[in-house]
Structure formats: C-alpha cells, structure tokens
C-alpha cells in the first residue's frame, strides 16, 4: 500500500492542452508525483476517427500502466467520449476518471439546475458526450451545446484576452444570454484560459462557469481519499511527449502556468 | 509517351487545404486526371519535426509514385520547406514542383520588386522557406514575413469574411502598410480562401497579392507542355485521405470549389 501511495499520477491528453489539468491537479494535490504524456505527435484527436482514436489512447494508457500510475486521468475530452470503457478495462484495478463526468458531476450537483451550456471542440459537441453523461444523472436537465473551434488556436496563439478573442466569444456565446442556462462547463482542456473572460462577454452574471480540469483535480483528490491512496511526500511533474513541436516550451508553460524542465519525448505505437 | 501524357498529375498535402492547389490545377489544366492524397489521419505537418514531415512526405511520394504519376506536386508548404529534395531524390524522372518555389518565382518575376511580403503558417515563417527562396533569385529583396496562426482554423470554420476573419487580418497584416511591400504571398494552402477580403484590409491597394496555389498550378502546366506530357483526354480528380475526418466533405469541397465524390481512405506507413 505504501509503494501505491508513492506511485505517481497518470495524466494524458491528445497534446498540450492537458497541461490545463495538470495545473488544476498540481494546485489541489501538490505533494503527488504526476506523470503527464502529450500526444503532440498526433494531435489533434477532435478530427480523428472514433477507431484511431482509441488504439492511440490505449497505447497511451499502456505507456502509463507501466510506469506504474496508480491512477489515470484523461484529460483529453476526445478520449473521454470515445475510448473511455477501453480505458477502464485496460487499466484493470488502477481507477480511471475523465474530465467528461468530472465537469457533469460538478454541474449536476448545482442547486436547482435544469439547464446547462456545454462548449467544446466540433469533435466533442458532435459526439452528444456531455449530453449522455448529464442524462445519465438526471434526464429532465435541458442542455445546450455550442461548438467553438476558433477557441483552440486562439489559446496557442496566446489571444486570451482581446479584440479577437472577445469577437469570437461573442459569437460564439451570445445566444446563451436569452437561453437560460444556470452553469456553462467549459468542455476543452484549453478553455480554462478563457475563464476570466468569459464572464464578461455573458450578459447573465449568474451563470456558473464550470471548469473541467478544475473539477477532475477534484474528483482525483476526493477518490484517492477514499482509497486511501493520498501521497504526502512527492510533488515531481514529469513530461513526456510524442513529439517536440514549434513553441512547445512557451506554450507548455502558458498552460500549466509554471516552468517545465525535463520534457522526454517518446516513441508510441 | 503516350502512356506517360495519360498518366495522371500527383499532389498531395498534410490535410485538405492542398485542395485549393488541386482546384488551380484543375482549372488551368480541366484535362488532366489528377490524384489528391490528403494525409488527413497525421495534419498538420507545421508542428512536427522537420525529421517526422520528411519520413511522413517520402510515403506519400512513393504512394504517388506506385500509382504511376507523371508529375508530383507538393501541395504543402511545411513539406516544400523541409523534405523537397528529398522527394526530388525519390522521384528520379518524374519533375516535382513546390508551392514554394512556385510562388517566389511568381513574386520575383513581377516588375520593379525590390520588398516582398509573406504571409504563411508559423512553422513556414519560422523555415525561412520563402526567404531563402526568394534570395537564391535575388538576394538584394527584402522578405518581410508574417506568421497568421488563426487563419487555417478560420477557413475551416467558413469564417472568411465575417468580423472575426477582418479584425484577426487587421491584426496580421496592418503593419505591411507602412512597409512598402510590392506583393504579398500567400504562403499557406488555406489563404486562397481570404484572397478576396484581404485587398480590403490591405490600405495600399497597389500591393499585387500572389496565390500560390495558382502559381504551381500555372508551373505545372509550362512544365508538362515543354515535357509534350500535356493530356487531352482526361479530367478524373481522385482523392486518397488517411483518415476520414469530421466535417471532411463539406470542407473539402469548400477547398476544392466544386462537388467531390469517390474519396478513399488508405493507410500508409
């Protein structure tokens, strides 16, 4: 029991953007070890079949298993709505949480919700993911979906906060002031940097805005409770990626919002 | 001789965005029979390693080659910048074109060009691709570059005239208009799409704008009529993709102009 305590957390996403989680993760349990691998190889998932998809998260998880994870988080929202039962099987007793039901959790247990806004990448809207997961909970909750592919490059680009950015959230969002909804889960790993911005282009000032990487931090820290599992003595991040991309550094560090020393990359597959 | 003028034209690129090459061609060569390969399972090249996009290019090439090609064009200008002699090398007799060398040879060719202006992804600005390009002409040009990472993800979107699409060319582009720049490039397989709305942006309406994908297309045909290799007879377009992506037949015929029908998946590597 105490050689599982020690044992670091999985963490994986389709590219950078997990990094988000990471950083929600490092904040809410900073005395973990935690392994992050990065599929910059071959991001992004979101366009990607549903079959290649899910032979590349099961390699991912296999690279993890090995290391001896003692949990697994996917990050990655394409993989939590289309590989996430390969996952748990593969990963057999190490318990596996996804930032699909993580953000669902979080916002069905809102006081009197009936109506909740989802946006995320074309991939993740498409595949009714958040939908499915939010009926699993309560069937009599209206939920609204937006896709908002421009958001992601923006991200990368490091436009966070103007003219273009707050343009494109308008369009993308204004239709959810007359909407009703109560809660708006941001459904992609790289939307926590919109977090300060959103609510200044949403007339609605109540609306909750319910960051994923943010919730599946705490479900992780809530579970390991549970098991028992809680590391005091780590704190180590650890990086591994499937390929070393232009701006990976600045990139890499605007998402976890720390330095980064000691990427590895790693051949998969 | 005969069997090489029928053979058909090669082109491919890391995704669809080559299909705005594949339109040029087919509307400056309607009698040709060309096949696309669209390696939309890897896209996109920019943010891999230069040693990754040379090995995924040379699968394509012989892919093409296989299929008994009479010309290759390098639809991709990550590909062009990074693996062109290479693929030069692999295709022994069959003449390969590039966009970029298409292009610069289109800007430099212009009247009076002593200041050129590129416009291209960041991995293109970052290869110095078109500089160096442009320099093996005429060193004494002055190359002034942009990188405009929003800019695919806008074509893809179908925003490519609205405000989001103005404000983010304002961003990228304002600065030429002090510069004193004769032409600009359009140094990435999307920008064909912004070739209307940019003149507008632009407050010196005398800077000539230089599409890349007419330029090979215009090469390839001087190309294959010095060669006698110029087909009368054909007019097939065929696609190959390694994945099938979301959304993939509406973008691509947005990209290619036109209705496409027949497209198969193949895998490669």
Known sequence: MQDLKNAPIGI???GIGGLTVAKAVIDALPNEDIIYFGDTARVPYGIKSEETVRSYALE??????KRGVKMILIA????SA??????IQAAGDIPVL??????TKNAVSLPKHNHVGVIGTLATVNSQAYSKSIHAYDPTITVTQQACPILVPLAEEGWIDNDVALQTLHHYLDHFDESGIQSLILGCTHYPLFKDIIP???KDGNIEIIDSAESIAESAKTKLSELGLLNESGGEFR??????PQRFHELAERFLGRSLNGVEVVSLG
Chains 1, 2 share one sequence.
Do not use: M, P, Q, W
């Not at 990086?239 to 070393?244: E, K, L, P, T, W």
């Open 12 to 14: 994986f996403d389709s």
């Open 60 to 65: 991912i998880t296999h690279f993890l298993l």
């Open 76 to 79: 990655c929202n394409t993989v």
């Open 82 to 87: 289309s590989a996430k039962e390969e996952i």
């Open 98 to 103: 996804d930032v699909i039901t993580a953000g």
């Open 200 to 202: 200044k282009v949403l």
């Open 239 to 244: 990086c591994y990626v499937s390929d070393r």
